[in-house]
């Protein structure tokens, strides 16, 4: 993409800031000229991120932005996304502060939304298998099946790194979502998919390389295991009833509704006449473990179709286009930039 094309749109890079004040001046020095406007977000960094910068950085593109507590990476972004949106932002790219994302890739970021083919871009570590050499084992162990649970609970099953945090949104698409209904932790990625997909907003990823330094995590395993499991399944089961019952009733809403009521139905009959075998001393008949097991094949065969189909309908029309059609909008080199009340 041409830099003249880009500079026709404000493009704001939010960085949620906590325990990063070794390696910010460096993300911050890499940082092209295509980028506007800088949020950095302050999380109540016990180093006084935000006071160094403000002090040190001559950069005039930044500004601090101060939680009075911490909020977690999912509050911070938030508090970016707020003060670009107030500011007229464009697109909002957001990136970490401890150097793990090369902010030289902004523009491969972006371009995809510039050009209304996207609505909102993720990085994705895993396209080149020779860069995951330095990944470490056990985080790479980790994110492989956190990204196969975010495929089912966001219903982007296309996707092979959803819990990357490098992204960019369109300002419109950041709009619509319920910035405040937002997961504030670590699960704030996997939760902006959701609400992303709740809305058929158009997702795509851009290749990017693992980058691990010296520094750890701050997300402890004990967390995923005991949070992340329940909020995938609400969100599975929210989406679901969103997009197949409440928005729409397709031949998925069947085949789920049957596949349901047949698997429901043969456990139940296979349990009771198993009990009531136990109890008479009579092992059941054949006759009587086909009419138990038909129904939840026939069900499990349904839930499969159900499956599949969910599988096929990952949006694919950028909701950015979508607006523009139904007018009330200006073109901008493929953005469409609504005015006054969003529908």
């Known amino acids: 993409m041409q830099q003249s094309t880009m500079q026709q749109c404000t493009i704001a890079v939010v960085i949620p800031c906590y325990r990063v004040k070794e390696h910010i001046f460096g993300v911050l020095a890499r940082i092209g000229q295509e980028v506007h406007r800088i949020y950095l977000v302050d999380d109540h960094c016990p180093q006084n991120t935000g006071k160094m910068i403000q002090e040190q950085c001559t950069d005039t593109r930044v500004q601090v932005l101060f939680n009075p507590e911490n909020r977690g990476v999912g509050g911070a972004t938030i508090a970016g996304y707020r003060a670009a949106l107030r500011d007229g932002a464009d697109v909002i790219v957001k990136i970490d502060g401890d150097g793990q994302m090369d902010p030289q890739l902004i523009s491969r970021f972006i371009a995809p ?199 096929m309908n990952v949006p694919r029309i950028p909701l950015v286009v979508s607006l523009q059609r139904r007018g009330g909008g200006t073109q901008l080199e493929g953005l469409t930039v609504m005015h006054g009340n969003r529908p």
Not at 195 to 200: A, Q
Not at 267 to 296: E, H, Q
Request: with cysteine; glycine share 8%.
């Open 113 to 311: 939304i510039i050009s209304g083919e996207a609505d909102y871009t993720k990085g994705n570590r895993f396209f080149q298998l020779e860069s995951l050499s330095s990944m470490p084992t056990t985080r790479l162990i980790g994110n492989a099946a956190l990204s196969f649970i975010s495929k089912a609970s966001s219903g982007y099953w296309d996707l092979m790194d959803p819990t990357n945090g490098y992204t960019a949104i369109a300002a419109e698409v950041a709009r619509m979502l319920p910035l405040d209904k937002l997961d504030n932790r670590y699960f704030f990625e996997s939760d902006m998919l959701f609400r992303l997909n709740t809305s058929r907003a158009v997702v795509r990823e851009i290749p990017m390389e693992a980058v691990y330094q010296q520094e750890q995590s701050s997300l402890r395993i004990s967390s995923v295991l005991l949070d992340f499991p329940g909020k995938h399944l609400v969100r599975l089961i929210k989406r679901i009833f969103y997009n197949y019952f409440l928005r729409d009733f397709s031949v998925c809403s069947l085949q789920l509704i049957m596949g349901l009521l047949c698997c429901g139905a043969g456990l139940i009959f296979g349990i009771d006449a198993w009990r009531d075998g136990s109890i008479a001393g009579v092992p059941a008949s054949t006759g009587t473990v086909m009419l138990a097991a038909l129904p939840i094949i026939l069900g499990f065969q349904l839930l499969l179709a159900a499956l599949s189909y969910d599988v």
